[in-house]
């Protein structure tokens, strides 16, 4: 059983060009969480998606930041212009669906990918 | 919001000896979940323990241990018997045990650099 993938691995970017970040969760699993990690820092949550919704995005950027998790298909993270503030490694997460109650969720793992670095010139 | 902090920039330890890591975290909620996860230099991140904070018995795995003092607000994790392999990152998260608002997504501590000596 594959785990979570992600690639590219790497990325170079230039300023104002866009960056697209590629997600597959791990068989089985159903939904789908984005962190950045910037260099010595932790990783900080971005977004959690299901598929072809996006549950929560209250880590996103405002501004050129975009998350999809289509029916079919890995979850893409977007960039677009971006810039040198950018550059960092991306983590993709996935995890089986959450059993909720009454605003609960029980724990299911989330398995990490490698993650991406981007590195924008 | 809930944070998570980890005072402890870089920690040596010799190898086979016992080596503890801090993690203090601040949170108004009295439900949730808190981890350890490693992060060698391949960068991927990979879970040591869990701890869910309506256990009061403190979580092991193997040579890995946690001191949960829920009053306190604090997380330690205790490497017993230190091997090479142990060389990574370690962060501290937290999860929320509601959903919604940002609690789905886990809050990492800054890490600690642990640095084994053979």
Redesign the interface.
């Known amino acids: 059983n594959a785990g979570v993938m992600q690639n590219p691995r790497h990325l170079v970017r230039r300023r104002g060009q866009e960056a697209r970040l590629r997600c597959s969760p791990m068989k089985g699993h159903s939904h789908v969480?984005w962190?950045r990690q910037l260099p010595?820092?932790?990783?900080?949550?971005?977004v959690?998606l299901q598929k072809e919704n996006i549950?929560?995005e209250?880590?996103m950027p405002k501004e050129r930041f975009s998350a999809e998790f289509p029916k079919e298909g890995p979850s893409i993270l977007r960039i677009q212009q971006v810039v040198r503030g950018d550059s960092a490694?991306y983590?993709c997460?996935s995890s089986p669906p959450?059993t909720?109650g009454l605003?609960?969720?029980s724990?299911n793992?989330?398995f990490?990918g490698?993650?991406t670095?981007l590195t924008v010139l | 919001a809930q944070t998570?902090t980890q005072s402890q920039p870089e920690m040596s330890v010799q190898e086979a000896e016992t080596v503890t890591l801090s993690c203090t975290y601040d949170t108004s909620e009295s439900?949730y979940?808190l981890f350890w996860y490693k992060q060698p230099p391949?960068?991927?991140?990979?879970?040591v323990i869990?701890q869910?904070a309506y256990k009061q018995q403190n979580a092991t795995e193997n040579r890995f241990s946690v001191n949960f003092q829920k009053a306190a607000k604090s997380f330690s994790l205790k490497i017993s018997d230190s091997q090479l392999g142990d060389a990574a990152m370690y962060?501290c998260?937290y999860?929320s045990?509601?959903?919604?608002?940002?609690?789905?997504?886990?809050?990492?501590?800054?890490?600690t650099h642990l640095i084994i000596q053979p």
């Open positions: 969480y962190y010595e820092e932790g990783l900080k949550f971005m959690y549950i929560d209250s880590g490694a983590f997460a959450i909720e605003g609960y969720s724990y793992e989330q990490f490698p993650g670095r | 998570v439900d979940y391949s960068r991927q991140m990979i879970l869990r869910e962060f998260a999860r045990a509601h959903s919604g608002g940002g609690a789905d997504g886990l809050t990492f501590g800054k890490g």
